[in-house]
């Protein structure tokens, strides 16, 4: 039946169709632009998706759209990109599933919010952090499950920026872990947790554990979502140089091959835009806010020594199309803010162990201190441009290092310093154990302004500790003043800097 027609049908003849089943992992919205949006939804079996969005919350006059088949090739999963959306309006919507082997039995609807891009400027609030479901630390009941999710709903934002570590593919959940305190903390764990992922199966079966907990499906149907990804997608420090010879974890050796899986697995569950095959793209949110979202995990070389005085194969960290992009897309900008959405911190020395020469290895760009090396070249490279270009009021967002933070990057005081003053701000973990602080690399001046992290001689503190963290941004409509605030798990906000736009 041709897609008009089925629809047409669908509407004239809602008494024809069963409704039996459900859609237990519910629904979510993503990469929010102006006019556009992302619906994602998974069905149980082979099915197709049926979405009517309204300006309603009643669902009167409402539009019916088809989506995607949700089928085996696709873990079951759908999407639907809508378009001609009204601008700066509360959009409500129901997905269903019709089942496909019956073309009768049609799901329980499941039902979502959220606003789309404004066109003027306008009062602007997001949220972002990373790191969801590490070390472990899985859905706990006697917790409350993922509680933070419900803190940042409640915050009621336009969207949230998940900045990577989506999962812990690479962390199994066990039914309980003995703190040092000797309490228990209790799992809710499944099959696919009880090992690391290697089939794309189990890949997938990571992202459905997460959509098991109330708090993130409930966030996931009022938050529009960005997402970018890391290294716990696939596993920790993966890089194309990765050798896992050793790890008695892992049947499948081949990093190539758990890459592959794990991509398709993370694009299958990312409320994202599957219009090309890279992950970095550029988030237009209205006349104050772009959102550049970079990939620090698919064009990088083998990590290494990464001290290497020029530019080479071995130095690759964003790649030269994606860091051409970036340049380009910063200079042509024309929103008042332009935030770079960063996997990793820039400035933050991350090891991943030593070399066959017991030099050692570095898992981010930065390195130790002195002159711009290895990695570093492509970010001072980039800061150069920024300045040359004239390009004001960049700001960086982060997460990865497990606690929170926020950087003043001051060429004042930095080994490379062809480049303007910028802030960075790091926050996490959402629900994973918390680590840090760090160790900042001097070369582009980075001074801490302010961290909070486990005190000293303690590490890995579950999230029952409190040490979860997360980042608030506004932006004034009228002022063009763009605000971070730092909270916890609870919600009270730990620091706060206010940022006037430059002309």
């Not at 696919?192 to 993130?216: P, Q």
């Not at 899986?261 to 949110?285: D, G, K, T, V, W």
């Not at 083998?302 to 994606?322: C, D, I, K, M, V």
């Amino acid at each position: 039946m041709k897609r008009r027609n089925f629809l047409r049908t669908l509407a004239a003849s809602p008494a024809l169709l069963h409704a039996r089943s459900t859609v237990p992992y519910g629904v979510q919205t993503g990469d929010v632009i102006p006019g556009r949006a992302i619906i994602w939804s998974r069905a149980e079996s082979p099915s197709r998706m049926i979405v009517d969005w309204s300006q309603h919350q009643d669902m009167r006059n409402s539009r019916r759209m088809q989506g995607l088949d949700a089928l085996p090739s696709t873990g079951l999963t759908a999407r639907l990109d809508l378009r001609d959306l009204p601008l700066n309006a509360q959009i409500h919507y129901q997905v269903r599933f019709l089942d496909l082997r019956d073309n009768r039995t049609l799901s329980e609807p499941v039902n979502g919010t959220f606003r789309t891009a404004p066109t003027r400027p306008s009062n602007i609030r997001f949220l972002w952090s990373g790191d969801t479901a590490g070390q472990g630390y899985g859905i706990n009941p006697d917790f409350g499950g993922m509680r933070i999710y419900e803190t940042m709903r409640r915050l009621n934002p336009d969207f949230f920026l998940h900045s990577g570590d989506t999962i812990y593919a690479d962390n199994p959940i066990p039914a309980e872990i003995r703190l040092p305190s000797g309490d228990i903390w209790r799992n809710i764990t499944t099959e696919v947790k009880s090992k690391v992922a290697e089939t794309l199966d189990e890949f997938r079966g990571n992202y459905l554990y997460n959509l098991m907990d109330e708090h993130v499906r409930r966030f996931n149907s009022e938050v529009p979502q960005i997402w970018q990804w890391d290294d716990h997608e696939v596993t920790n420090n993966w890089s194309p140089g990765k050798d896992l010879a050793t790890d008695q974890r892992y049947a499948e050796k081949n990093i190539a091959a758990l890459v592959t899986r794990a991509r398709q697995a993370f694009l299958e569950h990312a409320p994202i835009r599957l219009n090309s095959n890279r992950l970095y793209r550029r988030i237009p949110y209205g006349p104050l806010l772009d959102i550049f979202v970079i990939d620090m995990r698919s064009y990088r070389a083998a990590n290494s020594y990464n001290l290497q005085p020029a530019e080479s194969p071995e130095t690759l960290f964003l790649g030269r199309p994606q860091l051409q992009w970036l340049r380009q897309g910063l200079k042509n900008s024309r929103a008042l803010w332009k935030v770079i959405a960063s996997d990793m911190p820039i400035g933050l020395i991350v090891g991943d162990g030593g070399d066959s020469r017991n030099r050692p290895r570095f898992e981010n760009c930065a390195n130790s201190n002195g002159p711009a090396l290895g990695r570093e070249l492509e970010i001072a490279s980039l800061l150069k441009s920024l300045k040359q270009d004239r390009v004001r009021n960049t700001v960086w967002l982060t997460a990865d290092v497990h606690y929170t933070a926020a950087h003043f990057y001051d060429p004042a005081k930095a080994q490379f310093t062809e480049f303007d003053p910028f802030w960075e701000f790091i926050s996490g973990p959402l629900h994973a154990g918390t680590f840090g602080p760090g160790t900042l690399d001097n070369t582009f001046g980075p001074q801490v302004i302010f961290q909070k992290a486990p005190p000293k001689g303690q590490s890995n503190l579950p999230p029952s500790a409190g040490l979860q963290f997360f980042g608030e941004v506004t932006i004034d409509g009228k002022s063009g003043a763009l605000e971070v605030i730092l909270r916890d798990l609870a919600g009270d906000a730990l620091f706060r800097k206010s940022l006037d736009p430059a002309p």
